[in-house]
C-alpha cells in the first residue's frame, strides 16, 4: 500500500477575476473605518476634557472654603490645561525591594510626625 498524497486544486482563471474587485473595496471600507475611527478618538478626547472642567468647576464651587477664591483659580487652570499628548501621566510601580521598603518607611515617619503634631495641638488649648 502506497501513502495517499493531497492533490490542490488549482483555481480557474474566473475564479480569479471575480475576487480582483474585492480588495480595492475592501481598502476603502478598512479607509472609511479608520478615518471613522480616528474622528471618534478626537471627538471623545474632547468630550473627557469637557467632563474634567465641569468635575473640576463642581469640585470647586462644592468643597472651596470661602476665603481663597484666588488659589481655587490657580488650582483650576493648572489642573485642566491639556498635556502634549491628551494622558494623564502614570506612575510606574517601584519593583525594587529596596527601595520599597525605603518608601514604606519614609511614609511611616511622615504619618508619625503628622501624628505627634496632631497631638501637640490637642496638647496646647
Do not use: C, F, W, Y
Not at 479608520?34 to 473627557?48: D, I, P
Not at 472651596?64 to 502614570?90: K, V, Y
Amino acid at each position: 500500500m502506497s501513502p495517499r498524497t493531497v492533490k490542490r486544486r488549482r483555481r480557474s482563471k474566473g475564479q480569479l477575476t471575480a475576487t480582483a474587485g474585492a480588495p480595492i473595496t475592501l481598502l476603502a471600507q478598512v479607509t472609511e473605518l479608520v478615518n471613522e475611527n480616528q474622528a471618534l478618538v478626537r471627538e471623545n478626547r474632547e468630550l473627557h476634557t469637557i467632563i474634567a472642567r465641569v468635575t473640576q468647576a463642581v469640585h470647586v464651587v462644592s468643597s472651596a472654603p470661602r476665603g481663597s477664591r484666588r488659589s481655587l483659580r490657580e488650582t483650576a487652570g493648572r489642573s485642566t490645561a491639556p498635556r502634549g499628548n491628551g494622558h494623564r501621566r502614570q506612575r510606574r510601580r517601584i519593583t525594587d525591594p529596596a527601595s520599597l521598603e525605603r518608601r514604606r518607611a519614609a511614609l511611616a515617619k511622615a504619618r508619625q510626625v503628622l501624628a505627634e503634631k496632631r497631638a501637640a495641638e490637642k496638647a496646647t488649648p
